[in-house]
């Protein structure tokens, strides 16, 4: 086989393997991605932490929002405070005062606590 052959075949075979990725990545069937969509599975308090006020923070908090964005946070105290705050100014929350603000705050405050995370990039090879 002569050199300007080998090129045509080699191109041939390159343009299959393209052509079979392709295919390969194609979506399924519109039934099969109807199976693989996303279905909201539903909160309830004894999927979080427990402790004395998880009730009370996730009905308060679930009211309005899913609870898992609660969760996700990682706040001291004091920003938890603030963040109450802010929900009843800017969002029309219900005013939470004395014994009933104490017990959702200290569960918060214990249940998701600050969390740190370095800043900016880390390059994973200076890990040790």
């Not at 402790?51 to 908090?61: I, K, L, S, W």
């Not at 705050?85 to 009933?100: N, P, Q, S, W, Y």
């Amino acid at each position: 086989m002569n050199v300007k052959a080998k090129g045509r075949t080699a191109l041939a075979v390159r343009r299959l393997l393209v052509a079979a990725a392709f295919v390969l990545a194609a979506p399924a069937s519109p039934s099969a991605i109807a199976q693989q969509q996303f279905t909201p599975q539903a909160e309830e308090p004894e999927s979080f932490p427990d402790g004395p006020g998880r009730d009370e923070a996730f009905y308060m908090c679930a009211a309005c929002h899913a609870f898992k964005l609660v969760a996700s946070q990682g706040f001291s105290r004091e920003r938890w405070d603030e963040t109450i705050e802010l929900m009843t100014e800017r969002h029309g929350m219900a005013k939470l005062e004395g014994e009933d603000r104490k017990i959702i705050l200290d569960y918060l405050a214990k249940a998701f606590p600050v969390r740190q995370q370095p800043r900016g990039f880390q390059n994973p090879f200076l890990k040790q």
